[in-house]
């Protein structure tokens, strides 16, 4: 069946860098917008970045100059470059696609389908 699966995760200090993917298997990707969001312990998931099919990209407002959300078609594959991590980007990481080529529901994630099982990113202080 259609999948996505992210890696990438671990352990990093604050101030550390990290690049997570987001590869889709049984499927292609590159006619579709793709999402990246997270979710900390206690806290709602939220919207993180997102990449439309022509590669116009959206952030969310406290990741913004620190990620940079990329594609590889022909690698079928979802980057999200992360530097300057901080204590609060802290959480379980997931990646999905919209049904069409745009971000224009993002960071709602009521348009976004097939979510993977999420890489799990920690940042000490």
């Known amino acids: 069946q259609p999948h996505f699966v992210e890696s990438g995760g671990g352990l990093v200090q604050s101030g550390g860098s990290l690049t997570l993917s987001c590869a889709a298997s049984?499927?292609?990707?590159?006619?579709?917008?793709i999402g990246w969001f997270r979710q900390a312990p206690g806290k709602e998931r939220e919207g993180v970045a997102c990449?439309?099919?022509?590669?116009?990209?959206w952030y969310g407002d406290s990741v913004k100059s620190r990620f940079t959300i990329y594609r590889n078609n022909a690698a079928n594959t979802v980057y999200l470059r992360m530097s300057g991590l901080e204590s609060a980007d802290t959480g379980i990481y997931t990646c999905?696609?919209?049904?069409?080529?745009?971000?224009?529901?993002?960071?709602?994630?009521?348009?976004?389908?097939?979510w993977g099982q999420g890489t799990e990113v920690t940042v000490s202080s």
């Open positions: 990449i439309t099919k022509i590669g116009r990209t």
């Open positions: 999905a696609h919209t049904g069409w080529s745009t971000c224009t529901a993002f960071p709602e994630t009521t348009d976004f389908r097939n």
């Open positions: 049984g499927f292609t990707l590159d006619q579709l917008a």
